[in-house]
């Protein structure tokens, strides 16, 4: 892989004319992107297809979680659309049903541990027993299992997921920050150096592109710190 098939922006912003603006500043330099609530409620769907036509990857990060046959359903149509990725909460039977509607094509499933904004307290308000560590391992053995194409995890827990999933799997942490950029609301984060060396196949990055005075010369400094790992 080359450093910009490492590379994922998130493209969290409130407008599709915003989310226009950043991919044509960034142009050839960056390949994939990411979709997340905030735009998929401003029109962001048809603008994920248009993505798609036009020959961009797209990570679909909808984290998908419900009965069976409504996530199965709703896989079913997202393969039509051609998205590249797309995420569900890492719970076994949503991931056994995703897996089986996705059977045959070439969308890559990703389940989502533990969100990279919460750390062991938030777990324990949420009512869950395990500590984030192990609860992210946990659920990546439990991807591994239902035949899932990957996992999304903090990337302080990549090298540990790695030897869980094996070579093949996709392992994409959020939570990337610059040496010295800000943390805004993640609690684990890595540089995106230490991620790929972590582990990481995938590196998803928004804020310190997407809200870069150039976003393009943001994109290429982080382009150039993966180079450098890889």
């Not at 490492?6 to 599709?16: E, F």
């Not at 909808?62 to 990725?85: F, Q």
């Not at 192990?134 to 903090?154: H, N």
């Amino acid at each position: 892989m080359a450093a910009r098939d490492h590379l994922i922006v998130g493209l969290d912003v409130p407008s599709i004319g915003e989310a226009e603006t950043i991919v044509r500043k960034l142009g050839s330099d960056v390949d994939y992107y990411k979709i997340g609530y905030q735009l998929v409620f401003a029109g962001g769907l048809e603008f994920a297809r248009d993505l798609a036509r036009d020959g961009k990857k797209v990570f679909l990060d909808m984290k998908l979680l419900d009965i069976d046959n409504t996530v199965a359903n709703g896989v079913e149509n997202i393969v039509r659309m051609g998205m590249t990725m797309l995420t569900l909460h890492a719970y076994p039977k949503a991931m056994r049903a995703a897996v089986e509607a996705a059977r045959g094509s070439n969308l890559r499933l990703l389940g989502v541990t533990v969100l990279t904004s919460m750390d062991e307290g938030d777990l324990i308000e949420a009512g869950y027993e395990y500590d984030p560590h192990t609860l992210v391992l946990r659920r990546a053995e439990q991807a591994r299992r239902a035949g899932m194409g990957g996992i999304v995890c903090s990337a302080e827990e990549a090298s540990a997921v790695r030897r869980i999933v094996g070579p093949d799997l996709a392992v994409v942490t959020p939570g990337i920050r610059p040496a010295g950029g800000d943390p805004g609301d993640q609690k684990r984060v890595m540089t995106p150096a230490d991620a790929i060396r972590a582990g990481a196949s995938h590196l998803v990055v928004a804020r310190p592109i997407v809200k870069a005075p150039d976003p393009r010369d943001a994109a290429r400094s982080i382009l150039a710190e993966i180079e450098g790992a890889i």
